[in-house]
């Protein structure tokens, strides 16, 4: 993902309160899946991500908001990376 991608994503800025979030699969999927313990892969919670409509709200939301566990289809530290590669390209 590069930083114009990233650019794109939070000109979907959104409330948090935004419908966006009763469209995610994650409200139907036990949310130990996206909340893995240490040492577990997130390869559960990222696998719902890929088939949810609302992806892309969901990462802008968290990247806002500083979350943890999988959202978006990214982990925390994807997550971070995203933020890096965005003051970089700033």
């Given at each position: 993902m590069t930083g114009d991608d990233l650019a794109d994503l939070?000109?979907?800025a959104h409330d948090p309160d935004a419908e966006w979030m009763e469209q995610a699969l994650c409200a139907e999927t036990d949310p130990e899946a996206f909340f893995p313990d240490e040492?577990?892969?997130?390869?559960?919670?990222?696998?719902?991500?890929?088939?949810?409509?609302?992806?892309?709200?969901?990462?802008?939301?968290?990247?806002?908001?500083?979350?943890?566990?999988?959202?978006?289809?990214?982990?925390?530290?994807?997550?971070?990376?995203?933020?890096a590669r965005q003051a970089v390209a700033a």
């Amino acid at each position: 993902m590069t930083g114009d991608d990233l650019a794109d994503l939070y000109a979907l800025a959104h409330d948090p309160d935004a419908e966006w979030m009763e469209q995610a699969l994650c409200a139907e999927t036990d949310p130990e899946a996206f909340f893995p313990d240490e040492g577990q892969r997130p390869d559960t919670g990222k696998k719902v991500c890929r088939r949810c409509e609302v992806r892309a709200e969901c990462l802008v939301y968290a990247l806002e908001h500083g979350e943890l566990g999988v959202w978006g289809g990214t982990t925390e530290r994807e997550r971070r990376r995203l933020r890096a590669r965005q003051a970089v390209a700033a």
